[in-house]
T-cell receptor
Framework: ETGVTQTPRHLVMGMTNKKSLKCEQH?????MYWYKQSAKKPLELMFV???????ENNSVPSRFSPECPNSSHLFLHLHTLQPEDSALYLC??????????????FGDGTRLSIL | AQSVSQHNHHVILSEAASLELGCNYS??????LFWYVQYPGQHLQLLLK??????LVKGIKGFEAEFIKSKFSFNLRKPSVQWSDTAEYFC????????????????FGTGTQLKVEL
């Protein structure tokens, strides 16, 4: 139990579907992150939120749309995805984005498969 | 752009063998360094971290890592591995955000899959 909960654990969707990934952290952290983990590639940082404000967007296609309604919840809205978007999507949180010595706490991830 | 290199993608060792996993990064400024481990079917967990002080860092489960600034390296070591150490190991470096110039983001290496055989 990491204090970061992601749902669903697995998601299979067609390219025309719309779905959302959810992340909730119970650690009182102010920063939340979305990562993409593909086979044989480094974890790719997608989005960073600090106190519900997006502070980083790493050239992610617009078919991925993040939402952070409060500091405990983070969503990733998915729309018209491509097969290459199939991956493990990881959510993480940390106390702040500023302190370099603070580790990030990761959820178990959502395994996404695009048909 | 910052990058993190893990040179060994797959490592197979026998129990009690010594382990060293390489990690090099490219950022020339002040960095904070991490090793994360992901056991089969589990989430990423912090193994150890370095942010200042003694460059030899002790972590959980007998792991240690040495920060060598001149070599831009942060190699992970364990004197004697166990079967339960079978996992994927990720090196990560914290560097400033590109967009804002402040704050810190984690850049990960591609990971090293370690298999320990009995």
């Amino acid at each position: 139990e990491t204090g970061v909960t992601q749902t669903p654990r697995h998601l299979v969707m067609g390219m025309t579907n719309k779905k959302s990934l959810k992340c909730e952290q119970h650690l009182g952290h102010n920063a939340m992150y979305w990562y993409k983990q593909s086979a044989k590639k480094p974890l790719e940082l997608m989005f960073v939120y600090s106190l519900e404000e997006r502070v980083e967007n790493n050239s992610v296609p617009s078919r991925f749309s993040p939402e952070c309604p409060n500091s405990s919840h983070l969503f990733l809205h998915l729309h018209t995805l491509q097969p290459e978007d199939s991956a493990l999507y990881l959510c993480a949180s940390s106390p702040t984005v500023q302190q370099g010595n603070q580790p990030q706490h990761f959820g178990d991830g959502t395994r996404l498969s695009i048909l | 752009a910052q990058s993190v290199s893990q040179h060994n993608h797959h490592v197979i060792l026998s129990e009690a063998a010594s382990l060293e996993l390489g990690c090099n990064y490219s950022y020339g400024g002040t960095v904070n360094l991490f090793w994360y481990v992901q056991y089969p079917g589990q989430h990423l967990q912090l193994l150890l971290k370095y942010f200042s002080g003694d460059p030899l860092v002790k972590g959980i489960k007998g792991f240690e890592a040495e920060f060598i600034k001149s070599k831009f390296s942060f190699n992970l070591r364990k004197p004697s591995v166990q079967w339960s150490d079978t996992a994927e190991y990720f090196c990560a470096v914290k560097t400033p955000f590109i967009l804002t110039g402040g704050g810190n983001k984690l850049t990960f290496g591609t990971g090293t899959q370690l298999k320990v055989e009995l």
